[in-house]
């Protein structure tokens, strides 16, 4: 791939890949960085880009930047409080509000992967055969774990639910309920 095919195929890319990275992160400096950081991979690895996939492809480069990221974050978080543990400085924090968002709520109390599984078909929108390939595993596998991963929101939401006007919801509610924003 010369540098004028790569300019167009970061063209056509950019935009998608720094949703995927946004969608991910706390804030759009940090989703510029995964994308610049996925981009010069993809520019460092221009010659196996897969022919008609450089999308897909991408968003696995994008996941294992981010993944990269999130342990350097991990690193840093416990070099800090290790350091904090040795001298304590006085500090306060502002407690963070709750998400007004029930879905968004219900959705962080499931795993790291059923949640990375529902937001690559709900947000990303990528098919199963895209997942698959994406995650590297058999689209059955696929099907199956977003299967689970949609009933455990499901759960999620209808106890959150319960809770909020206290009553259990009853056996034909619980089967035949949907979830929202498109999980």
Known sequence: MNQD?????????VADVWRFARRRTDSPTEADDITAEAFAVAWRRRSEVPAGEGRLWLF???????????????????????????DPTP???????????????AL???????????????????????????????????????????AKLRAQLQRRESRATGHEPSESHAEGSTTHDGF
């Open 5 to 13: 095919t790569f300019s167009a195929f970061y063209s056509a890319h």
């Open 60 to 86: 696995g480069v994008a996941r294992n930047v981010l993944a990269n990221h999130r342990r350097g974050h991990e690193r840093r978080d416990r070099l800090h409080l290790r350091l904090a543990t040795v």
């Open 91 to 105: 500090s306060s924090y502002e407690p963070v509000p709750p998400p007004d968002n029930e879905v968004w709520v």
């Open 108 to 150: 962080s109390g499931l795993s790291d992967d059923d949640q990375e599984l529902l937001l690559l078909r709900a947000w990303d929108e990528l098919s199963i055969s895209e997942i698959a390939t994406l995650l590297q595993i058999s689209a059955a596998n696929v099907s199956s774990r977003l299967y689970k991963a949609r």
